[in-house]
């Protein structure tokens, strides 16, 4: 990605690896168990909630890292009231979060999760206000370098990430979610920063206030589905 080396050099991306692929597994894990509740129909607050709290439960023995998982994490603004005094502004929950403050800056890498299909109208809403948008003019991940977008598949994954990359390589979407002009340069696939975890990077300039140091802010997308009926 632009700028890579800038900020890759410093940041803990194995252990990020490492993070992101037990929460890949867990998914999986849930899809077998719990296919009753873990299931494609279930709305996405009912997944994130049931995916943090089994990864929370299983992750510190599977793997070596000691960050904290959080789900519905609030965010929000301090805003002047034209009448006086301040209140709360821009409210919002993120769905899933990894943080751990063993790293310098801290890391706080956040999920967004989205149901998409081959439909036009939920590619819309995985890229709008509502989805990456959350973390590019939105107050998602503020000073993070990485942030990931979850897809969860209702449909063949063929008919929902190649359309989803073909949209983001349009001028109108590349310009709304302040990427380069030039595909090749904002658009990765496939994944650099998690290889063979997630599918494709997209990365994206940010306002000074939002920004990581270096200015831009790159999503990994990641892909997630549920097991196939053969009866």
Known sequence: MTKSGSWLSAFPQEDVRVAVDAL?????ELTTLSPETFHADAKEPRLTELLCEHIRSVFKTRTKLTGQWSYERRIGKIKQRK???????????TDI?????????A????????KINGKAARRNTYVGSDGMLRFVTGSYSVKQPLAVMVGILTDKETACVKPLIDLLKTPELMTSLQ??????????VPSLILPRIAQFDTEHQRAAELAAEHGTITIAHLFLGFPVATT
């Open 97 to 105: 979060e990894y943080f751990s403050d063993r790293y310098d800056p």
């Open 83 to 93: 009448g006086g005094g301040v209140e709360i502004a821009d409210r919002r929950r």
């Open 107 to 114: 890391l706080e890498l956040v999920f967004e999760f989205k």
């Open 24 to 28: 890949r597994g867990v998914w999986a």
């Open 179 to 188: 990427m380069k002009p030039a595909p090749s340069e904002s658009l990765k």
